[in-house]
Nanobody, 123 residues
Framework: QVQLVESGGGLVQAGGSLRLSCVAS????????MGWFRQAPGKERDFVAA????????SYRDSVKGRFTISRDNAKNTVYLQMNSLKPEDTAVYYC????????????????WGQGAQVTVSS
């Protein structure tokens, strides 16, 4: 079993920045592909970004490309989502996800999920 705990959410004005963190435990972190998803009120859960166990491969949804960066620090069992130039439409609960297969993370079929972190962007 893998446990994921997100942190770093909060309230920020449009154009500002936040960095989300997700700490994993219960399994060797370097063996897991990681990702971030988000869900706004009344909307479906959407893919945001993913990163392979090696950190070499990553992907982003089109609406965050150039603004968000996913990274990982395997020594700290942590994945990050740096969010810059935030927009009100980025407001959502952000969930950390983990799986042994990168493609499963991208597809939203990860085996493990965090409890979520609220990100609110004011206009």
């Amino acid at each position: 079993q893998v446990q994921l705990v997100e942190s770093g959410g909060g309230l920020v004005q449009a154009g500002g920045s936040l960095r989300l963190s997700c700490v994993a435990s219960g399994r060797t972190f370097s063996s897991l592909a990681m990702g971030w998803f988000r869900q706004a009120p009344g909307k479906e859960r959407d893919f945001v970004a993913a990163i392979s166990w090696s950190g070499i491969t990553n992907s982003y949804r089109d609406s965050v490309k150039g603004r968000f960066t996913i990274s990982r620090d395997n020594a700290k069992n942590t994945v990050y989502l740096q969010m810059n130039s935030l927009k009100p439409e980025d407001t959502a609960v952000y969930y950390c996800a983990a799986d042994g297969q990168y493609r499963s993370v991208v597809a939203g079929k990860a085996d493990y999920w965090g409890q979520g972190a609220q990100v609110t962007v004011s206009s």
